[in-house]
């Protein structure tokens, strides 16, 4: 297959694209998605790895799926100068394809629009069923924590690699007692949208039911304070506003796409660098030069260190999993009965709200192998039993340019699911992860 020259040639290849046009996205001119394509296609178990690479890493394409149990396929954009002949590659290679997303900057005109913003510029009255630019979050954020301030307030958990401060909201019935933390957090993958917006609408709905009087979400607040990060990427959110809608790393060093980090790759797990990960600056999936190497993950993995957590549970999207440890490797957490049976009964109530189906199962056998990831880092280095991370809505229609009238569903579902776990809590003897126990 002479039509192809594995190896460094890969990588010289992505930089000599990367200089003919990534050059001109350092500008804040918005880039259009205007022709790009989202193939759908399966990779031959047979096919040699130098192809795969080929195929995954090249400056061309974004995956935005990976393969799993559920499906055998790759969702990859393909830019409209290459995908022609990248077409032609997967021909070559005996690969069948479809073509599952025709123009990805007609999702992004017709159900994310920045424009939606403007309407109203009140912190007061946003719109949570809207995605919002990271300005007016702070903005509700701060207003939200004052005019609730007997049980809400903010908390700066971290900074970012451009300075920027990473902010949490803190919600609970003050106690002179130190009560167990409920985390949750969203956005540390830029363009992930769906799991911000599902984070601001659950805080904003557990307090207003706290006022309504409603006796369980009263009980909630009392036993256990909850923190909400909801925009943990920063630079990365805001970027994909006003430059780049599919940004998903964050914004440190480098140049063009051949900057920024995986931040869900960079946490300290055993077997790092295995499974779907890159060293590979260019790539989506760069892990970065070391464990932590990046200030977001650094930062607030600090402040996490320091408070007593009783759940950990992060928000991506998209592929309606509910998962739980491992990435890294296939042996199952010696918590894996309680972890299946809980996840078991937040995806059945999941169900119950609009009839959408969640799959649940562990990272590794359910997703894909991948280490560097903040639940595992979560369950094995701070111990926490119940550490989640939650796949939302869709399941590749729209993938993660989700329109906006399917936030409040989806906050629903994942509301009934997380007070499952929080269910769990309340009743459960010991919150510390058996594999803690044997150090």
């Given at each position: 297959?002479?039509?192809?020259?594995?190896?460094?040639?890969?990588?010289?290849?992505?930089?000599?694209?990367?200089?003919?046009?990534?050059f001109?996205?350092?500008?804040n001119?918005?880039?259009?998605?205007?022709?790009?394509?989202?193939?759908?296609?399966?990779v031959?178990?047979?096919?040699?790895?130098?192809?795969v690479?080929?195929?995954l890493?090249?400056?061309?394409?974004?995956?935005?799926?990976?393969p799993?149990?559920?499906?055998?396929?790759?969702?990859v954009?393909?830019?409209?100068?290459?995908?022609?002949?990248?077409?032609?590659?997967?021909?070559?290679?005996?690969?069948?394809?479809?073509?599952?997303?025709?123009?990805?900057?007609?999702?992004?005109?017709?159900?994310?629009?920045?424009?939606?913003n403007?309407?109203?510029?009140?912190?007061?009255?946003?719109?949570?069923?809207?995605?919002?630019?990271?300005?007016?979050?702070?903005?509700?954020?701060?207003?939200?924590?004052?005019?609730?301030?007997?049980?809400?307030?903010?908390?700066?958990?971290?900074t970012?690699s451009?300075?920027?401060?990473?902010?949490?909201?803190?919600?609970?019935?003050?106690?002179?007692?130190?009560k167990?933390?409920?985390?949750?957090?969203?956005?540390?993958?830029?363009?992930?949208?769906?799991?911000?917006?599902?984070?601001?609408?659950?805080?904003?709905?557990?307090?207003?039911?706290?006022?309504?009087?409603?006796?369980?979400?009263?009980t909630?607040l009392?036993?256990?304070?909850?923190?909400?990060?909801?925009?943990?990427?920063?630079?990365?959110?805001?970027?994909?506003?006003?430059?780049?809608?599919?940004?998903?790393?964050?914004?440190?060093?480098?140049?063009?796409?051949?900057?920024?980090?995986?931040?869900?790759?960079?946490?300290?797990?055993?077997?790092?660098?295995?499974?779907?990960?890159?060293?590979?600056?260019?790539?989506?999936?760069?892990?970065?030069?070391?464990a932590?190497?990046?200030?977001?993950?650094?930062?607030?993995?600090?402040?996490?260190?320091?408070?007593?957590?009783?759940?950990?549970?992060?928000?991506?999207?998209?592929?309606q999993?509910?998962?739980?440890?491992?990435?890294?490797?296939?042996?199952?957490?010696?918590?894996?009965?309680?972890?299946?049976?809980?996840?078991?009964?937040?995806?059945?109530?999941?169900?119950?709200?609009?009839?959408?189906?969640?799959?649940?199962?562990?990272?590794?056998?359910?997703?894909?192998?991948?280490?560097?990831?903040?639940?595992?880092?979560?369950?094995?280095?701070?111990?926490?039993?119940?550490?989640?991370?939650?796949?939302?809505?869709?399941?590749?229609r729209?993938?993660?340019?989700?329109?906006?009238?399917?936030?409040?569903?989806?906050?629903?579902?994942?509301y009934?699911?997380?007070?499952?776990?929080?269910?769990?809590?309340?009743?459960?003897?010991?919150l510390?992860?058996?594999s803690?126990?044997?150090?």
């Amino acid at each position: 297959m002479s039509f192809i020259k594995p190896g460094c040639f890969l990588r010289l290849l992505a930089f000599v694209v990367l200089a003919s046009n990534g050059f001109a996205r350092l500008s804040n001119k918005r880039k259009s998605y205007r022709g790009y394509e989202v193939l759908k296609f399966a990779v031959p178990s047979d096919l040699d790895q130098s192809f795969v690479d080929y195929l995954l890493n090249s400056e061309w394409v974004d995956v935005w799926k990976y393969p799993s149990l559920r499906s055998r396929h790759f969702d990859v954009m393909v830019n409209p100068q290459h995908k022609d002949e990248y077409k032609e590659t997967l021909h070559k290679l005996g690969i069948s394809y479809r073509v599952w997303i025709s123009d990805v900057q007609n999702l992004i005109d017709e159900n994310a629009s920045p424009k939606q913003n403007r309407r109203r510029r009140n912190p007061r009255i946003m719109r949570l069923d809207r995605y919002n630019v990271y300005s007016k979050i702070l903005r509700w954020m701060t207003t939200f924590s004052r005019t609730n301030n007997d049980v809400v307030s903010m908390h700066q958990v971290g900074t970012t690699s451009h300075g920027r401060r990473i902010w949490a909201l803190k919600i609970g019935i003050r106690s002179n007692a130190t009560k167990p933390v409920f985390w949750q957090d969203s956005l540390i993958h830029a363009r992930e949208w769906i799991t911000g917006a599902t984070l601001l609408w659950v805080a904003n709905r557990m307090v207003r039911q706290y006022r309504q009087g409603d006796p369980e979400v009263t009980t909630f607040l009392n036993e256990m304070d909850w923190m909400f990060l909801p925009v943990w990427n920063v630079d990365g959110y805001i970027y994909t506003w006003t430059t780049e809608r599919m940004w998903r790393k964050s914004r440190s060093g480098g140049l063009g796409h051949c900057r920024g980090v995986d931040l869900n790759r960079n946490f300290d797990t055993p077997n790092l660098a295995e499974g779907k990960t890159s060293n590979f600056v260019c790539s989506g999936v760069y892990r970065g030069t070391r464990a932590f190497s990046e200030s977001e993950s650094n930062t607030v993995s600090a402040y996490l260190k320091t408070i007593p957590l009783a759940a950990f549970i992060s928000l991506h999207s998209y592929a309606q999993y509910w998962l739980y440890p491992y990435g890294f490797q296939s042996n199952q957490s010696l918590d894996h009965f309680d972890l299946e049976r809980v996840a078991r009964k937040a995806v059945k109530a999941i169900y119950q709200v609009n009839k959408i189906k969640y799959k649940h199962g562990t990272v590794e056998a359910l997703a894909y192998p991948v280490s560097g990831g903040s639940i595992d880092w979560a369950h094995i280095s701070l111990c926490v039993k119940y550490a989640f991370g939650i796949e939302l809505r869709d399941t590749g229609r729209y993938g993660f340019v989700l329109p906006d009238r399917y936030i409040l569903p989806t906050a629903r579902e994942y509301y009934q699911g997380m007070k499952v776990v929080a269910r769990e809590i309340l009743e459960a003897d010991d919150l510390i992860s058996e594999s803690c126990k044997l150090n």
